[in-house]
């Protein structure tokens, strides 16, 4: 028996990265996964959930467009009878490389449109199905750039402090829902969103540096996140609720912060 065994799991953002390994793991923990992303590769994690010998479905379309995430719910509800778990992990960076007084209000609503607005939808629509079918959790993607500034841009850590208050709140909300809601805020992982980074440093030679500034030393890898994704979604973490884990190899102990080039020291 799987610790997710007979459960009924929606995914977010599972074409790659994080919701990829975590679709894995919840089907091979037991789960009946509805893969859901923009990109139409969503086939392709289904396609591996089944190769691997789970069970799982892919719907495309837009993680902060609430009819988009009420179908989503509607067909896990259709397709297996009901809904026990969604992991809210769709995000965007934004213009990543813009600096702060570089970027502008339509970037800033885009990111927040997706990283902060999705979420909301999620914990609106899934949790009256997850209650109605007998209880389960919710869990949010945010960032260790969400606890403080220095790790990420201005628009992406501003909506990944969003999601973290998102979770405390909505866990007051649900109070006897049989509902649980909690948080990951992931440090440097390698996904779709960091490949650029990772690109950049492997082309240098300079592969060995990534994550010199965490403790252990390293970046992290999406399945390490999935690992926590699923102690949250299960049966384990009972008596977890409305909290933030971070997963992040020690980074946010220091957050070490650079000086924007050019930004005056008056």
């Given at each position: 028996m799987g610790q997710l065994s007979g459960k009924v799991a929606c995914i977010t953002g599972a074409a790659s990265g994080i919701g990829r390994a975590s679709a894995l793991?919840?089907?091979?923990?037991?789960?009946?996964?509805?893969?859901?992303?923009?990109?139409?590769?969503v086939a392709d994690t289904v396609e591996a959930v089944k190769d691997a010998g789970g069970q799982a479905i892919g719907m495309t379309g837009d993680a902060a467009d609430e009819a988009d995430i009420a179908a989503?719910?509607?067909?896990?509800?259709?397709?297996?009878?009901?809904?026990?778990?969604?992991?809210a992990n769709a995000g965007i960076t934004g213009t990543a490389?813009?600096?702060?007084?570089?970027?502008?209000?339509?970037?800033?609503?885009?990111?927040?449109?997706?990283?902060?607005i999705g979420p909301f939808c999620a914990v609106k629509h899934a949790a009256p199905a997850i209650?109605?079918?007998?209880?389960?959790?919710?869990?949010?993607?945010?960032?260790?750039?969400?606890?403080?500034?220095?790790?990420?841009?201005?628009?992406?850590?501003?909506?990944?402090?969003?999601v973290i208050n998102l979770v405390q709140t909505a866990a007051q909300q649900l109070a006897g829902t049989k509902v649980r809601i909690n948080g990951i805020c992931p440090g440097l992982i390698e996904t779709g969103m960091t490949a650029p980074l990772y690109e950049n440093a492997r082309a240098k030679g300079l592969e060995d540096r990534i994550g010199l500034l965490n403790p252990l030393g390293r970046g992290g890898e999406p399945e390490e996140i999935a690992k926590v994704a699923l102690f949250l979604a299960s049966d384990a973490a009972s008596y977890v609720h409305g909290q933030i884990t971070v997963v992040d190899g020690g980074l946010s102990t220091s957050h070490p912060v650079t000086?924007?080039?050019?930004?005056?020291r008056g």
């Amino acid at each position: 028996m799987g610790q997710l065994s007979g459960k009924v799991a929606c995914i977010t953002g599972a074409a790659s990265g994080i919701g990829r390994a975590s679709a894995l793991l919840f089907a091979s923990e037991g789960a009946k996964v509805v893969a859901f992303d923009r990109s139409s590769s969503v086939a392709d994690t289904v396609e591996a959930v089944k190769d691997a010998g789970g069970q799982a479905i892919g719907m495309t379309g837009d993680a902060a467009d609430e009819a988009d995430i009420a179908a989503l719910v509607s067909q896990a509800r259709e397709a297996f009878g009901g809904l026990h778990i969604f992991f809210a992990n769709a995000g965007i960076t934004g213009t990543a490389r813009e600096g702060f007084f570089d970027s502008d209000a339509a970037n800033w609503t885009e990111v927040l449109r997706v990283n902060l607005i999705g979420p909301f939808c999620a914990v609106k629509h899934a949790a009256p199905a997850i209650s109605e079918s007998g209880g389960g959790a919710i869990v949010c993607t945010a960032s260790v750039a969400g606890l403080r500034s220095g790790a990420g841009p201005a628009p992406y850590s501003a909506s990944k402090a969003g999601v973290i208050n998102l979770v405390q709140t909505a866990a007051q909300q649900l109070a006897g829902t049989k509902v649980r809601i909690n948080g990951i805020c992931p440090g440097l992982i390698e996904t779709g969103m960091t490949a650029p980074l990772y690109e950049n440093a492997r082309a240098k030679g300079l592969e060995d540096r990534i994550g010199l500034l965490n403790p252990l030393g390293r970046g992290g890898e999406p399945e390490e996140i999935a690992k926590v994704a699923l102690f949250l979604a299960s049966d384990a973490a009972s008596y977890v609720h409305g909290q933030i884990t971070v997963v992040d190899g020690g980074l946010s102990t220091s957050h070490p912060v650079t000086r924007p080039p050019g930004l005056a020291r008056g």
